[in-house]
């Protein structure tokens, strides 16, 4: 597999990294296990001979070419983590003139890849519009704004839709490098994870801070604020809308926006949220957690706890 790597200035090290790192391993371990069709050509091209990363240290690289058909394009991330520090670097003249290139890239057929805020690259092309895409959990609600006829799932640690593939948060560029190995061999791709010692997820929404996402919008805020006080009360939407000061509809339709989810939905959030802290620092019963986060019994939060979570109530009491 021939993979051409977009290689900008301020690129994230760790992920351009664990990239390089996990395919190379890849192709030594074919190579050692009688497999030598198997391996990944990776060429690191960009738009200057060389580029710097987020730390300092210099990249050389080899010149981009649009007319060139590697089989997969990968963008790793761009260092800027925050809202308006990627906002800002999204606008650098040298990443619209990425965007050109992976624009043409795409419309060759090439498969295209990206992960963490890389995708923000891929996703200013227009190539995105109308797929399935993942992002970094906490840039979702600025993803959202900025690309609204992409269909995202924050949720989620890696999506294929299509040619397109990408992956969530930083570490997630490991995820998308054994995504490209398990294309050229399953047992190639768990025997890679072994020798990293990498357990894989599919899902990043056991690390994302419902806070951090709710802050980003002032009348989700407020909404948060409303329900951290009233989780032991049963929902009402109408008293939730009140207090954020504004109507219902509108409330639901920012927290869609924000967080991807309905206000009740969120509330069952910061249910569990709660549950699992008075779980693991508290010796309250199940019984007497479920009332004070709004539940009538136990069994339905244990049921919950479970759908949530994945783990049971013994399991999250030991792992306090």
């Given at each position: 597999?021939?993979v051409?790597?977009l290689v900008?200035?301020?690129v994230?090290?760790?992920?351009?990294s664990l990239l390089?790192d996990?395919?190379?391993?890849?192709s030594?371990?074919?190579?050692?296990n009688g497999?030598?069709?198997?391996?990944f050509?990776?060429?690191l091209v960009?738009l200057a001979?060389k580029?710097?990363?987020?730390?300092?240290?210099?990249?050389?690289l080899a010149?981009?070419?649009a007319?060139?058909?590697?089989?997969?394009?990968?963008?790793?991330?761009?260092g800027s983590?925050l809202?308006?520090?990627?906002?800002?670097?999204?606008?650098r003249?040298t990443?619209?003139r990425?965007?050109?290139?992976?624009?043409d890239w795409?419309?060759t057929?090439?498969m295209?890849t990206a992960?963490?805020t890389?995708?923000f690259v891929?996703?200013e092309?227009?190539?995105?519009?109308?797929h399935a895409?993942t992002?970094?959990?906490?840039?979702?609600?600025?993803?959202?704004?900025?690309?609204p006829?992409?269909?995202l799932?924050d949720?989620?640690?890696l999506?294929k839709?299509?040619?397109?593939?990408?992956?969530?948060a930083a570490l997630a560029?490991l995820?998308l490098?054994?995504?490209l190995?398990r294309s050229q061999?399953?047992s190639l791709a768990?025997?890679?994870?072994r020798?990293?010692v990498?357990?894989?997820h599919?899902s990043?929404?056991?690390?994302a801070i419902?806070?951090?996402?709710?802050?980003?919008d002032p009348l989700v805020?407020?909404?948060?604020?409303?329900?951290r006080?009233?989780?032991?009360?049963?929902?009402?939407?109408?008293?939730a809308?009140?207090a954020a000061?504004t109507s219902e509809r509108?409330?639901?339709r920012?927290?869609k926006l924000t967080?991807?989810?309905?206000p009740l939905g969120?509330v069952?959030?910061?249910?569990?949220?709660?549950?699992?802290?008075?779980l693991?620092t508290s010796?309250?019963?199940i019984?007497?957690?479920?009332?004070?986060?709004?539940y009538?019994d136990g069994?339905?939060?244990?049921?919950?706890?479970r759908?949530?979570?994945?783990?049971?109530?013994?399991e999250?009491r030991?792992s306090?």
């Amino acid at each position: 597999m021939r993979v051409q790597v977009l290689v900008l200035d301020g690129v994230f090290d760790t992920g351009l990294s664990l990239l390089l790192d996990a395919l190379q391993t890849a192709s030594e371990l074919a190579k050692l296990n009688g497999k030598p069709s198997v391996r990944f050509d990776v060429e690191l091209v960009g738009l200057a001979r060389k580029a710097t990363t987020q730390q300092g240290l210099t990249v050389r690289l080899a010149p981009a070419n649009a007319k060139a058909r590697p089989d997969v394009v990968v963008v790793p991330a761009l260092g800027s983590k925050l809202p308006d520090a990627l906002g800002e670097a999204l606008r650098r003249p040298t990443v619209q003139r990425a965007c050109r290139l992976l624009g043409d890239w795409a419309s060759t057929g090439t498969m295209m890849t990206a992960a963490c805020t890389g995708t923000f690259v891929l996703a200013e092309t227009g190539a995105l519009d109308g797929h399935a895409a993942t992002t970094s959990w906490w840039l979702a609600p600025l993803f959202r704004k900025r690309y609204p006829r992409i269909e995202l799932d924050d949720s989620r640690m890696l999506i294929k839709s299509s040619r397109f593939i990408t992956a969530g948060a930083a570490l997630a560029h490991l995820d998308l490098a054994l995504f490209l190995v398990r294309s050229q061999s399953p047992s190639l791709a768990a025997m890679t994870a072994r020798y990293l010692v990498v357990e894989q997820h599919s899902s990043q929404a056991a690390f994302a801070i419902p806070d951090h996402l709710a802050h980003s919008d002032p009348l989700v805020e407020r909404f948060e604020r409303w329900a951290r006080r009233h989780l032991s009360e049963r929902f009402s939407l109408e008293a939730a809308a009140r207090a954020a000061g504004t109507s219902e509809r509108t409330l639901a339709r920012h927290l869609k926006l924000t967080l991807d989810k309905s206000p009740l939905g969120y509330v069952q959030d910061l249910r569990v949220e709660r549950a699992v802290h008075l779980l693991q620092t508290s010796g309250d019963n199940i019984d007497a957690i479920a009332e004070k986060v709004g539940y009538e019994d136990g069994i339905t939060l244990r049921n919950l706890l479970r759908r949530r979570t994945g783990r049971g109530v013994r399991e999250l009491r030991k792992s306090r």
